[in-house]
């Protein structure tokens, strides 16, 4: 008889988790607070428009591609590489810079800014190459069962890249590039784990390698919620049942056994084996009651920033902007050591915009832009309230608008605006935070909350909160990882 599995959330981690136990026999249930599946990786539709509303590319494709050979099933969504990999836009002089992987096409664009830039380049990419070949296997692609154990894998890793363990990020950017262009250019990726290139350790430089060197970036055709949509379609097919509009707010056990998960309307959901796509730390604290994640406890833990978003419809086409675009201002670093933890950082922000509409046309109507901001902010913890929200993003589309010599106010006819305060109510996220626990060195491998519960021995997790962490291929490795721990505690069936 097959075992059965009830998966607490819908986000990318627990649809690929369920993917790999539906296609091994078990029996597969999902519960999803609300009324969509996707988790952060979502999708708005209004007023004819199309946006997706949290990842708007992607790295790392093999991943997805290794998820779906596992399950025995065809791509259920096509890739499109980036070409560029995204714009930068600096606002002293008004400079445009295009971040190509060709080497060359890339260099052009710093003659007269950082001299022997691509031979300065390569050598910092040889490095960012060494780093990710000498740790992807040995710490982020497997499971760590102690602390010991994590250690003595840590030990594995060639003492070359000790002094890397010492630095920021925009430290060991330092030791290759002068000037500012290059350096905060190749710092933005810091950005993406939610953190700042001051307070993100250096070892996190190997993700330029897969920026530049190892597939890039890639979007997918009709946007990014076309994932969500291929992983639910296979699922369904293969009987896996889904509830909506259900959070889970407690539980019942038999000593080290978890027997249900309770929903806010007393419903107890029974099964086998649980696994928990919300935040692993949260969910441990609020639902399952463990001291060590008591409300105390986390906030003494390091945290990712928050994230303001809002989308706009706009009705003319913007043919001077490219898909995926960041703008940067004159403050880089004081913006930067400030943007975590003070408010006022956000008087003068940077922002990244996505154009989704740009190579896909039926998510706007014809001769209209979907445009997606992202602006980093403080989360919660550090500006608890959000009523200046419209001031500031009018402060981004004046900014905008002046960036792009494109008035475009008076063309935006659908708006909608998430502040951190929106991010924590839709996601259960801790203080609106954007990405869960930050990456800091404590909080990274078996460091990390682990993904399988101290307590229960049915109980499992996924996502970007636990082991090894954010974004779309980490949380595909977690996927993996969970897979892993389950089939390890059970008999085959």
């Known amino acids: 008889m097959s075992k059965s599995v009830l998966i607490v959330g819908t986000g990318l981690g627990g649809l690929a988790t369920g993917l790999r136990l539906i296609s091994r026999g078990y029996k597969v249930t999902f519960v999803e607070k609300n009324h969509k599946a996707g988790g952060r990786l979502n999708q708005l539709k209004k007023d004819g428009f199309t946006f997706d509303t949290g990842p708007s590319f992607f790295s790392m494709p093999f991943e997805f591609e290794e998820l779906i050979n596992d399950c025995g099933l065809e791509m259920p969504f096509s890739f499109v590489e980036l070409e560029p990999l995204y714009t930068v836009h600096f606002k002293s002089g008004n400079k445009k810079f295009y971040l190509h992987k060709d080497i060359d096409k890339l260099s052009a664009q710093f003659e007269g800014i950082e001299d022997d830039f691509k031979n300065k380049f390569t050598a910092y990419l040889n490095k960012c190459e060494a780093l990710y070949n000498d740790t992807v296997d ?216 996505n154009v989704l509409s740009k190579y896909n046309t039926g998510c706007a109507p014809e001769g209209c832009e979907a445009l997606f901001f992202v602006c980093p902010v403080p989360n919660l913890l550090n500006k608890p309230e959000w009523s200046d929200k419209d001031d500031i993003v009018n402060g981004i589309i004046a900014d905008f608008s002046k960036r792009i010599d494109k008035n475009i106010v008076p063309h935006i006819v659908s708006k909608t605006v998430y502040t951190p305060e929106d991010w924590q109510s839709m996601m259960n996220s801790f203080k609106g935070t954007g990405l869960g626990l930050s990456h800091k060195m404590h909080q990274i491998g078996a460091l990390r909350p682990k993904n399988h519960d101290e307590v229960y021995k049915n109980t499992f997790y996924v996502g970007a909160s636990t082991a090894p962490g954010a974004g779309l291929p980490m949380v595909i490795i977690s996927s993996k990882l969970a897979t892993e721990r389950i089939l390890k505690s059970e008999p085959a069936i």
């Open 138 to 353: 040995i710490v982020i692609r497997q499971n760590f069962d102690n602390l010991p154990a994590y250690l003595k894998a840590l030990m594995q890793v060639n003492p070359a890249h000790l002094g890397v363990l010492l630095k920021s990020f925009w430290a060991q950017t330092g030791k290759y590039f002068k000037s500012k262009e290059a350096r905060q250019i190749v710092s933005l990726i810091a950005f993406f784990l939610g953190r700042t290139p001051y307070d993100t350790n250096a070892v996190f430089t190997l993700l330029s390698h897969i920026e530049f060197r190892h597939k890039g970036y890639y979007n997918i055709k009709g946007g990014m919620y076309t994932i969500v949509e291929g992983l639910l379609k296979e699922l369904l097919q293969k009987n896996a049942t889904f509830h909506y509009n259900t959070e889970i707010t407690d539980f019942t056990s038999q000593r080290d056994t978890l027997t249900a998960l309770i929903d806010k309307n007393g419903k107890a959901w029974e099964a086998d084996i649980f696994v928990i796509n919300a935040d692993a730390a949260i969910f441990r604290g609020q639902v399952l009651k463990h001291k060590k994640y008591s409300d105390k406890k986390l906030l003494k833990k390091s945290w990712t920033m928050g994230y303001l978003t809002f989308y706009l419809g706009v009705n003319i086409k913007l043919p001077q902007v490219e898909h995926h675009n960041y703008f940067l201002g004159d403050n880089f670093k004081t913006y930067a050591k400030t943007v975590v933890s003070k408010s006022r950082a956000i008087k003068n922000p940077y922002y990244y915009v």
